[in-house]
């Protein structure tokens, strides 16, 4: 018996869908052999959503490597829903403020789902800096942006959102578990920033805050990434207020006004 669900599902949009979201998982891109191994639609099936994606400009394939990659038109899309292009219009500046501050890598993203998507950066200043690519995800419970947004979010979304995080562990500085990641968010809000000292990436330090929108929704972050060495302890505290006076100058300029 069909359910309300699969009466009106259409399973190639479906698999057009489910294919986005494995290209968005690896921002150097897939081969067609690769994505042949990952999803269980016919090789010409998949060859012929690969073209019609490039051709209508979602997916761009790189004529050397033949990997198919996501576009930035995709994330023009993504974009619109939290605040149109006017977000990254108004975060470059102070983000290039923060970037000539603390010469560190400068990153702006989004929650989509239960994943942080990159949306841009300003490359830090210093001889060797860590750099990302529009389109990278990275999880929520070993990020700072993850948290910075997740700790400012409405209760009742907050909770739904917490069903879907798998605590992957990736070393041992990983949060494990739901008790521990809700008291780090506890001092997120304490604090106003966010931290990952090496949790998903050994030996590299992110320091975030959140961006609000004009009705006071935390709907991306800015954050700062660097080697542990160049963010010890002793600047963190200093760091994050920087990081905060940078998302609340962004979030100024999409509207929000911060309760007194």
Known sequence: MQTEKTKYNIPILTKGMELLEIVSQYPQGLTL??????????KTSLYRLLC?????????????TARFSLT??????????????????YAYDPMRRLRDRLSET????TLTEDRIVILDQIIGSHHFCFTVKPGMNVCLH??????????????????LLLKKIVYTRYNENT???????????????????????????AGVRCIGAPIFNRYGKAVAAV?????EGRIPDSVIASHGRAIIDCAGE???????????
């Open 33 to 42: 052999a690769e994505l042949t191994s990952k999803t269980d639609t016919p």
């Open 175 to 201: 949060i494990a578990c739901e008790s521990d990641f809700l008291a780090q968010l506890d001092l997120v809000r304490q604090s106003g920033y966010a931290l990952d000292l090496g949790e998903e990436l």
């Open 72 to 89: 930035h038109k995709i994330f023009g899309m993504a974009m619109s829903s939290i605040g149109g292009p006017s977000l990254l219009e």
């Open 223 to 227: 954050w700062i990434t660097g080697p």
């Open 142 to 159: 070993a990020s700072a942006p993850g948290k910075a947004i997740t700790a400012f979010m409405d209760e009742h979304e907050r909770d």
């Open 250 to 260: 962004i979030s100024q300029k999409l509207g929000y006004t911060k309760e007194i």
């Open 106 to 109: 400068v990153v702006v993203g």
């Open 52 to 64: 019609s994606f490039v051709e209508q400009g979602y997916l761009s394939k790189d004529e050397v």
